[in-house]
Nanobody, 129 residues
């Protein structure tokens, strides 16, 4: 069972930046593509982007691609989400999840298909002046 934990949320002024982290103390993340999501007004969480198991060619969703950077450090068993130019509407809870089955081969594309049971509890981001 994949157990992910997000950290790094907090309160920030508009225009500021945050770097969120996604890690696990019980699972080796380097076998998984990892995606970042945030809560949205509807029933589904909004996808932000994903990164493949070895870190090549992150994919970003169009709504945020100019302000978001996803990276990973497999030596630290951690995946990161950097958000720049924060806006009021970025306020919300941010989540990571596995978007692939465990796989060891290098591949160059991840897909925003979160696997059930791999969601972390999320970390809250509040943008306020």
């Amino acid at each position: 069972q994949l157990q992910l934990v997000e950290r790094g949320g907090g309160s920030v002024q508009p225009g500021g930046s945050l770097r969120l982290s996604c890690s696990s103390s019980v699972t080796t993340l380097e076998y998984y593509d990892i995606g970042w999501f945030r809560e949205a007004p509807g029933p589904d969480r909004q996808g932000l982007g994903c990164i493949t198991n070895k870190g090549g060619s992150p994919h970003y969703e169009n709504d945020v691609k100019s302000r978001v950077t996803i990276s990973r450090d497999n030596a630290k068993n951690t995946v990161y989400l950097q958000i720049d130019g924060l806006k009021f509407e970025d306020t919300g809870r941010y989540y990571c999840a596995a978007v692939s089955e465990p796989v060891s081969i290098v591949h160059d594309r991840c897909f925003m298909a979160p696997r059930d049971g791999t969601w972390g509890p999320g970390t809250m981001v509040t943008v306020s002046s």
